[in-house]
């Protein structure tokens, strides 16, 4: 779902308590969640010929980054071998990566394409829906009488692109149609980046910090909680896989749309607010895979559900 603006990178709301530095071992049930949940991530670094070598610097300066960040002392200056003491790293590596010049991540850290903000755009500004609240389908250009139209669209956001160009883009991905009168469609895929290598990386990494950083702050006990909720079932069938598929994609979407809408009325009205400064995020997700049989057990019961946070 297109976001409006970029999130700064900023430590976790609630801080951990440094508990480790005292030598006290971590629980074995939280290493064991953190083995599962480095499977899948594995999985991926290694289909994209991201080596251990490699994943294992970047680790490093990330332990440093965070402990500079989250876990200063108050009143005090964080210094190398506090660091060290909190991350394992040795003091020369965490002098040497506090002495480097930062990393350029622009593609990690750049804000939504154009693109991105010109389908949120055409999801929620009242200008460019019709009166079910649906994106309505634009000419191309404005008339005469200054219509909304796909120009019009752009350059409200941008006068830096040509709106032709970013069209072609649009058509290309797949995200906008062009009817046979003419009028432009945005189709329903519309807020899923597709075929771009950069925004799909772009998400990946978005979307899985906010869901850890949640499910971490509630881990720790955070107060007020954030919403975190999952339902699991097995022992399903391909066809009841996607039904259940089928209706996830139709009441997600809807939610999503409904609270962009809300979100981009709430922004508007924030603006030039003093302690309009944080960010927010909603998402979803749903996973499937044909698990190895197992064998069957006495007095099983079939299918499972279970919501967890």
Do not use: C
């Amino acid at each position: 779902m297109p976001i409006r603006s970029p999130e700064p990178d900023r430590p976790p709301r609630a801080e951990m308590t440094g508990a480790g530095i005292t030598g006290a071992a971590p629980p074995a049930t939280l290493l064991t969640a953190v083995r599962r949940l480095l499977v899948p991530l594995v999985r991926t670094l290694i289909g994209f010929g991201i080596s251990w070598p490699m994943l294992a610097n970047l680790l490093k300066s990330v332990y440093v980054e965070v402990a500079e960040r989250g876990f200063a002392l108050p009143g005090r200056p964080m210094t190398d071998s506090r660091i060290t003491l909190l991350t394992g790293v040795h003091r020369k590596d965490v002098s040497a990566i506090r002495s480097a010049p930062p990393a350029a991540e622009a593609a990690a850290a750049a804000a939504p394409s154009l693109g991105a903000q010109v389908l949120s755009r055409w999801l929620t500004d009242a200008a460019f829906l019709d009166e079910a609240g649906r994106p309505r389908a634009l000419p191309r250009n404005s008339g005469p009488d200054g219509e909304p139209s796909f120009e019009s669209l752009v350059t409200g956001i941008s006068k830096d692109i040509r709106p032709r160009a970013l069209l072609d883009e649009l058509l290309h991905a797949g995200l906008v149609t062009e009817r046979a009168d003419g009028l432009l469609d945005l189709t329903e895929a519309a807020h899923v980046p597709r075929g771009d290598l950069d925004k799909l990386a772009y998400y990946y990494g978005r979307n899985l910090a906010d869901h850890l950083a949640a499910s971490g702050h509630n881990l720790a006990g955070g107060a007020p909680p954030f919403l975190e909720r999952a339902l699991a079932y097995d022992r399903l069938s391909p066809e009841s896989i996607a039904a259940l598929r089928r209706e996830a994609d139709r009441l997600g979407m809807a939610m999503l749309v409904e609270l962009n809408r809300m979100a981009a009325e709430l922004a508007d009205g924030d603006v030039g607010r003093d302690d309009a400064s944080h960010r927010f995020t909603a998402g979803l997700y749903l996973y499937d895979e044909d698990e190895a049989p197992v064998p069957a057990l006495q007095n099983a019961e079939p299918g499972g559900g279970a919501a967890t946070s």
